[in-house]
């Protein structure tokens, strides 16, 4: 039973556009939640997280939107990059970071 | 301050064989956790150090197990390896593993079993 899902293996955008890359999990004990962005042959990377008590988080041209009613989370780039051009891994966790739960993650191909 | 780091990068070993991945968290990071990445997947976890002490586990055989030190440098062991075991090893440190940190990940391990 996978309990956090990224149902889009891929994603394609224009550079400009907005990006938005979704995800939805099951355990209603997540407290928290992150995006990773992972290059091949690097590990992955912090990219911007949110606590399950606020519905939304801005960090520059990354945005990250909760719903826990819909047990969804989404996050948004505006505008995108081809620098952005990566996979990207939502992460949530109970009350211990040291142990994360990762969907398979969404690759984000934008073309200039 | 340096990152995390792990050793070897690449990894070609037998079926039958044993492997032991080395991983260096964050000056000052005590808890270490370690995730299996095979294609196509996301990041599976398998456990977290923290203090030594093994404080989470994941679904995964006994097969794979681990170990920290007491400067928080942690080891897995995989052992009879299999075939399906060929995937990439992350380690990952964070300065307590509490809720809201962020983990710092490696740049893994990448093991082929033939």
């Known amino acids: 039973d996978q309990q956090v899902k990224q149902n889009s293996p891929s994603l394609s955008v224009q550079e400009g556009r907005i990006s938005i890359l979704n995800c939805d999990y099951t355990n209603s004990m997540f407290d928290y939640f992150l995006w990773y962005k ?4 690097e590990g992955p990377t912090f990219l911007i997280s949110i606590s399950s008590i606020k519905d939304k988080n801005e960090d520059g ?6 719903n826990k009613s819909a047990k969804h989370l989404s996050l948004h780039i505006v505008p995108s990059q081809p620098g952005d051009s990566a996979v990207y891994f939502c992460a949530a966790s109970d009350g211990d970071a040291g142990k994360s739960t990762f969907g398979d993650g969404t690759t984000l191909t934008v073309k200039p | 301050k340096a990152g995390v ?5 690449y990894l070609i070993k037998t079926r039958g064989q044993q492997v032991t991945l080395s991983c260096s968290p964050i000056s000052g990071h005590r808890s270490v956790s370690w995730y299996q990445q095979t294609p196509g997947q996301g990041l599976q976890f398998l456990f977290e150090y923290f203090s ?3 404080r989470n586990k994941g679904n995964f055989p006994g097969r794979f197990s ?3 030190f007491s400067n928080s440098r942690s080891e897995m062991n995989v052992s009879t390896l299999e075939l399906g075991d060929s995937a990439l090893y992350l380690c990952a440190s964070s300065f307590a ?3 809201g ?4 990940f490696g740049p893994g391990t990448r093991l082929l079993v033939l």
């Open chain 1, 38 to 41: 992972k290059y091949p042959a």
């Open chain 1, 61 to 66: 041209r990354f945005t990250v939107f909760l």
């Open chain 2, 5 to 9: 780091t792990q050793t070897p990068r």
């Open chain 2, 52 to 54: 030594e002490t093994q």
């Open chain 2, 66 to 68: 681990g170990r920290q």
């Open chain 2, 97 to 99: 593993g509490t809720s």
């Open chain 2, 101 to 104: 940190e962020t983990q710092y």
